[in-house]
């Protein structure tokens, strides 16, 4: 028995309640919260909204789980989360003593005299009235797989609710339930089963279809938490002082845990026994169908046993330390006690069944009688270390000075002892029947049953195979070894039992088999061992090992399986079960278990997950797109005691070998998969290193997106050709565009060259120049062809670029009026204002773009009646371009109008200004503004406004 406290991962120690649900996870309520064991480990199950809440009960129907406790909170799961289920206001719910639902999802809630039912999912209220007594409240209430709702009243008694109709039990038409001590009402395994305690003793009773029937089931017991039953119909009374286990005839077959609070007892699969205690955490009592036998539960005389022999009917002689030897049968001791009254170690002891006879073998040979009750003598004074006897009677001792033969039969049938007594020469007597045959310390002897007269001894000088005819040695490796015990299967080969080598199994003087820790025992020192037909039980100072009679390992019992102990001292056969002598006390398991090694322990997924979504994962196949992120499996046990000593996996498509997953571990995860065909497999691996493969996942056919498809690529390969032809038709025809716009560009800085180099303009500077030289004012004649000479570099100069510093524009113009003023005598001045300018600032704007506008305002804007024209030159720098404003105080606009009248007209100055913006307004995909009006504000003048691009 195993016992599971906080130190291996409990939570608390104090639990109330246990339940397994359908996949096989064991859920576990205590007084600060829940948890459930899935085979592997423990898990808290977090409550986030009341942490270490306590718990008292759970419920199931239907796989939905509820848990409860007595402050009237009620618990559902969800994404592994506790979450209260709010049935009803707070103020509704009062104590809770037990909660019950049925097959339709509808909660019966027992509340004072009433019960509240609430149906999960169709979320209908309703209260039933069952008040019998105002003063009275029902304390429990289960339901069955009929949906009959049975309710217990203290003081009052056992009722059944019906289709809303209340009824009372009562036997024999006597309601026995009114004010009775103690009553416990228990649904377990289909029945309903009611305890009741009258002072001391407790009854059973059994409802079926509410008809009450007392059972033959009187027993003296305290205080009985619960009534259950497990797979064999065996009644387990949980009382506050252990357990009491009975079979279906109501006879005890064990107690345990005596001093400890049950408070409830659940059965897995496998037949394995869980145990909540209050104060004492979980017991795990396996499922060998193993029953203890101790001082402490049955009476038996002694903890440490030593030996135990089979007399007939499944009655077995059980050996103590001191000589002393008691009888078992199935469950029962019986009180004889048979003492040698020899204090040294019990070495023997080996019964007669047909005489009703044993020998025990100690400081010396002792026999008894069990018909006269008493012992009937020594047989042999001297310390035995080993003794065997065959059909007729005859007797070898082993003891630490000699090999002695003693015949207490009508006549010898030992030849094989004279060929020892003439290699000794002598023939040493002691008494009519006893001879010694072998002066040397021997350890054990065992007759031969299939050759007359033939025996195997081990002896300080080596272990030998003695037949009426040689004395054959036997060794291992060339190498002497001693044995401690030797036994002989039925079909004539011997078992030799040693301390530190193992076991070899011999024929006749051949060894061939050796087994030890290498081959699969669980130690060398080999202390006891047992034949079963085809199973070999082998009984080491480290457990227990299990073979077949070819010697391979089926498996290896320890405490998991019930084993209290390690070191077995002695194994048994009898008719049904196995027998086992320990260091604390005996134990019995059936012989038609089955061993828990032959069968491989197995696993399940129990949940698929692709990209956090649940797929269903006993499907047997499904398909996914390779675009899924990742894929999940979490395995469980089929069962929650299974011996997987590892596991392991591969996604049979993907992968050759097999991935370590550990017995503890429980989630296996993919990312995204290429398209193909997979299938997961586990490999379960017990602790006996047997494994077997398991394909327990879907088949899963990975399939390619739309995008992974050749038409998708095909389709993407035309999509790039056609966008790099759309692509390279449009920068082909914003090259000629942009080639186009530079010519127009080019021609536009032309036509403003041709405009500044007109025939007008050249003749109009070389009259004026001949008018000076004629005036005698060479000087005056000089100046203006310098000016004239300047302009004519700048132009030229300026028709080779695209663009020009403005310094340079500004230059230029101011060239230009100052030539105006010396060929013509007028009075022209120009100022130029800046905003918006840094020192940082070194602009660049397209060339010849002033002139024009200037000469345009001295042409038609200059009145002779006035004394001076005054042109104002504002340029205004904002987010890169240049606003500039060209002002006189002329005589303005003779007639309103727009630029399309410009372009109409005969100012071509002007039109080569509007013509070159609209280039650059295509050139660079970016507007510039021009207008030109009359100053509004004064008498006369005009105003042209125009936008120009600007290179830093």
Not at 42 to 70: C, H, M, R, W
Not at 172 to 181: M, P, R, T, V
Not at 548 to 555: A, P
């Amino acid at each position: 028995m195993i016992n599971y406290s906080v130190e291996n991962g409990l939570i608390s120690q104090n639990i109330s309640d246990l339940h397994i649900d359908g996949p096989g996870k064991l859920w576990i309520t205590t007084d600060i919260g829940l948890m459930v064991y899935n085979g592997y480990a423990f898990q808290e199950i977090q409550n986030k909204a009341y942490p270490a809440e306590g718990l008292t009960g759970i419920v199931e129907s239907d796989d939905v789980l509820l848990f409860f406790n007595s402050a009237g909170k009620i618990y559902a799961l969800e994404n592994n989360l506790l979450n209260r289920k709010s049935l009803f206001p707070d103020n509704l719910i009062q104590r809770l003593t037990s909660l019950a639902i049925n097959a339709e999802q509808t909660v019966y809630i027992p509340q004072l005299s009433k019960i509240i039912t609430y149906n999960l999912e169709s979320k209908n209220t309703n209260t039933i009235d069952v008040s019998i007594n105002e003063n009275n409240a029902i304390s429990d209430i289960i339901s069955t797989r009929n949906d009959d709702i049975y309710f217990l009243i203290e003081d009052q008694g056992i009722f059944n609710l019906k289709d809303n109709q209340v009824e009372i039990l009562t036997v024999e038409g006597q309601n026995i339930f009114k004010g009775a001590q103690q009553i416990t009402l228990n649904y377990t395994r289909g029945k309903v089963l009611i305890t009741l305690r009258k002072r001391t003793t407790t009854y059973l009773f059994q409802v079926k279809n509410s008809n009450v029937s007392e059972l033959n089931f009187k027993v003296q017991s305290s205080s009985v938490v619960k009534v259950v039953l497990d797979h064999q119909e065996n009644i387990w009374l949980l009382t506050n002082n252990g357990a009491q286990i009975y079979d279906s005839d109501f006879e005890l077959l064990q107690s345990i845990l005596p001093g400890r609070t049950i408070t409830d007892m659940v059965q897995d699969v496998e037949g394995t026994y869980w145990i909540s205690t209050l104060k004492d955490g979980l017991y795990k009592l396996p499922n060998l169908h193993t029953v203890i036998f101790n001082p402490e539960n049955s009476g038996l005389h002694s903890d440490n046993v030593t030996r135990l022999a089979l007399l007939q009917n499944d009655y077995i002689l059980v050996g103590f330390n001191q000589g002393i030897v008691q009888r078992i049968n199935k469950s029962t001791i019986f009180p004889n006690v048979y003492n040698s009254y020899d204090d040294s170690p019990l070495i023997a002891l080996v019964a007669e069944p047909s005489a009703n006879k044993f020998y025990t073998a100690q400081r010396s040979l002792h026999r008894f009688d069990l018909n006269e009750q008493k012992p009937v003598g020594k047989l042999f004074n001297n310390p035995v270390s080993d003794f065997s006897i065959n059909k007729n009677g005859d007797f070898l001792l082993a003891t630490n000075q000699s090999l002695i033969s003693k015949n207490i039969g009508e006549q010898s049938t030992l030849p094989g002892t004279h060929i020892l007594m003439q290699k000794q020469q002598q023939d040493i007597t002691n008494g009519s029947d006893i001879r010694v045959l072998l002066p040397r310390l021997c350890y054990a002897v065992h007759f031969d049953q299939f050759n007359k007269g033939s025996f195997w001894v081990s002896t300080d000088e080596g272990f030998f195979y003695i037949t009426p005819d040689s004395i054959q040695p036997v060794r291992h490796e060339n190498k002497q070894f001693a044995a401690v015990k030797i036994k002989q299967h039925t079909d004539g080969k011997a078992w030799v039992l040693t301390k530190g080598k193992g076991l070899f199994v011999l024929e006749r003087n051949q060894i061939i088999q050796h087994l030890n820790i290498e081959s699969g025992l669980a130690s060398d020192v080999i202390t006891a061992l047992a034949f079963d037909e085809s199973i070999v039980w082998v009984g080491t100072n480290r457990g227990i090992n299990i073979l077949n009679i070819m010697g391979e390992n089926l498996s290896f019992l320890t405490a998991e399986e019930g084993i209290i102990g390690t070191s077995v001292n002695d194994i048994l056969v009898s008719e049904n079960f196995i027998w086992l002598a320990i260091n604390k006390g005996v134990i019995r398991i059936n012989r038609d278990y089955q061993l828990n090694g032959s069968e491989m322990p197995t696993v399940q997924i129990n949940r698929f997950l692709v990209d956090d979504k649940e797929i269903n994962p006993g499907i047997t196949d499904t398909s996914f797109f390779t675009n899924s992120k990742t894929y999940k499996f979490y395995l469980q046990p089929v069962s929650l005691n299974k011996k997987i000593k590892d596991l392991s996996y591969r996604l049979h498509g993907l992968e050759e070998e097999w991935n370590q997953l550990g017995n503890i571990a429980s989630e296996i995860n993919y990312p995204a998969l290429p398209h193909g065909e997979y299938q997961l497999q586990v490999k379960v691996i017990n602790k006996n290193d047997k494994s077997s493969t398991l394909v327990s996942g879907p088949q899963m056919m990975i399939v390619k997106t739309f995008r992974e498809t050749n038409l998708f690529k095909l389709l993407i390969i035309l999509l790039i050709i056609g966008l790099t032809g759309l692509i390279a038709f449009f920068i082909i025809r914003n090259i000629k565009r942009k080639q186009n716009l530079e010519l127009d560009l080019y021609q536009s800085k032309l036509k403003a060259i041709n405009l500044q180099m007109n025939p007008h303009f050249v003749y109009n500077v070389l009259n004026s120049v001949q008018d000076h030289v004629l005036s005698a004012d060479p000087k005056g004649a000089n100046k203006i062809l310098g000016k004239f000479a300047n302009i004519l570099r700048q132009t030229l100069d300026l028709s080779n670029q695209d663009f020009i510093s403005l310094e340079t524009e500004i230059n230029s113009v101011t060239e230009y009026v100052e030539l105006e003023n010396l060929k013509s005598d007028k009075n022209i001045s120009l100022q130029i204002f800046r905003m918006g300018f840094s020192e940082e600032n070194n602009l660049s704007i397209p060339p010849l773009i002033f002139q024009p506008v200037i000469e345009n305002a001295i042409i038609h804007a200059y009145d002779t009646s006035q004394n001076s024209l005054h042109i104002n030159l504002n340029l205004e720098l904002s987010k890169h371009k240049l606003i500039c404003k060209i002002q006189d105080n002329g005589i303005g606009l003779k007639d309103s109008f727009n630029l399309d009248h410009i372009k109409k007209s005969r100012r071509y100055g002007l039109n080569s200004i509007i013509e070159r913006i609209d280039l650059f307004k295509r050139y660079f995909q970016k507007d510039f503004d021009f207008f030109i009006r009359n100053i509004e504000d004064e008498s006369s003048g005009t105003l042209v406004q125009f936008e120009l691009p600007i290179v830093e």
